[in-house]
């Protein structure tokens, strides 16, 4: 069974730091581009990044380029987000979510999700 | 950017009914539309890939159409478990975006 398992929300200042990471099972990580999607309260969903599956190659959407960093660690079935310079409209539920098989950007399975809250 | 224009954002209906959901895009997206659905726990559910795709373990009542810009997601006949919140998303192209979504909720 595919489970995705978001880790490393929390209340976070604003201007500070944080990583969230997503620990994948069930399946062969290494063989699957994966993604995070957030969720501002009681907003839309949000494409945030999406990563390769060997992590060579990235996208970002416009609101967080430059600011969070998409990566993985195959060995470790793990997706990770290195959130910096966080603002107030961070705030959301942020998924971790696979990517099917390539080159489909569709996302086949999400994980329930972590809290990031931007606040001082 | 493609710009996904989802309608109606409320959808009033019954059990029973047959509904449906429209996703405009603002060019064309060669089909590379999908639906899902998400329930107030916040849990996401993938439903149709590439416009008109079940996902594997969706009831047959769920089906997708559409062409070019212009998209839909039709549930025959609704069941209780189906009054949820749904999103299309275009992969065309990066960005990757969502429509605002539609709540379908007990008249």
């Known amino acids: 069974e595919v489970q995705l398992v978001e880790s490393g929300g929390g209340l976070v200042q604003p201007g500070r730091s944080l990583k969230l990471s997503c620990a994948a099972s069930g399946f062969t990580f290494s063989d699957y581009n994966m993604a995070w999607v957030r969720q501002a309260p009681t907003k839309g969903l949000e494409w945030v990044a999406s990563i390769s599956y060997g992590g060579s190659n990235t996208h970002y959407g416009d609101s967080v380029k430059g600011r969070f960093t998409i990566s993985r660690d195959n060995a470790k079935s793990t997706l990770y987000l290195q959130m910096d310079s966080l603002r107030s409209e961070d705030t959301a539920t942020y998924y971790c979510?696979?990517?099917?098989?390539?080159?489909?950007?569709?996302?086949?399975?999400w994980g329930q999700g972590v809290m990031v809250t931007v606040s001082s | 950017d493609i710009q996904m224009t989802q309608s109606p954002s409320s959808l009033p209906a019954s059990l029973g009914e047959r509904v449906t959901i429209s996703c405009r895009a603002s060019q064309g997206i060669s089909n590379n539309l999908n639906w899902y659905q998400q329930k107030p726990d916040g849990t996401i559910k993938p439903l149709i890939y590439y416009t008109s795709n079940l996902q594997s373990g969706v009831p047959s009542r769920f089906s997708g159409s559409g062409s070019g810009t212009d998209y839909s997601l039709t549930i025959s006949s609704l069941e209780p478990e189906d009054f949820a919140m749904y999103y299309c998303?275009?992969?065309?192209?990066?960005?990757?975006?969502f429509g605002s979504g539609t709540k379908l909720e007990i008249k």
């Open positions: 998303q275009q992969d065309a192209s990066f960005p990757l975006t």
């Open positions: 979510a696979r990517h099917w098989i390539t080159p489909s950007l569709y996302f086949d399975y």
